[in-house]
């Protein structure tokens, strides 16, 4: 009986869940949720090229600025993050950038506002298959803090907040009761979404860079949401984190 190992296998051919192969992205790889909100990446990139749409897996490849960046979906959840990251890095990425939705924990944030990460409460499992309960979930310094420069310079003339702090990341969306969401607020969390963990623990674990921001969707504590009314300002703050995100990649590699 021979057991497979996982890491040793595939590592230089097309990926099997994310359908890319090696030569495909560029070392840069903006991720959001939703396959859908590739398609707004790309309209920021020149000479787009599709490469890939497996299960929620989405990938193109383009230019920023004479920068080469690539966009692939990670679908909901931890598990498909993991994967998306490890395949990615199989293929040349090195610097992941959450852009995404996520729900405010603090009465200030208001929906369409900019949250930028500086850490994850682990309440997935996917970062446990990975490492032991009490090892930090954590973005990498220097691409955060390219990201909080480049939003709050930016800031005044697009007419957006910026939030920044520790978010929590949860498996269960439909599991978190008022009791539950008051609790990460009084921890003084800053938002609640379900990706950033396993994004940061993955990434440690395999030398690689990775940071996060988010447009707030919806503010769970003051009962403030783009859902009540019109879509506008969620799809304004994507907008906005998406540049964020390739003038921060601009940036660190200048």
Known sequence: MSV??????????????????????????????????????AEFLDDVTEVAHRREHRTVTGYYQGLRVSATSTGMGCPSTAIAVEELARCGV??????????ALQPHIGPGDLLISHGALRNDGTSDAYVPRGYPAVPDLRLTIALEDVARELAPEAGFAVHSGINATDDAFYAETPAFIDELSRLGLTNVEMEASALYVVARQRGLRAAMICACSSNLVAGASVYDESNARLHDGWRHSIRVALDAALRIHA
């Open 4 to 41: 497979v190992d996982k890491s040793a296998v595939g590592t230089s051919a097309r990926q099997y869940h994310i359908g890319v192969a090696p030569g495909e992205v560029g070392e840069i790889a903006l991720l959001p949720g939703d396959p859908f909100r590739v398609a707004l990446i």
């Open 94 to 103: 090195n610097t992941f950038i959450r852009v995404g939705s996520s729900a």
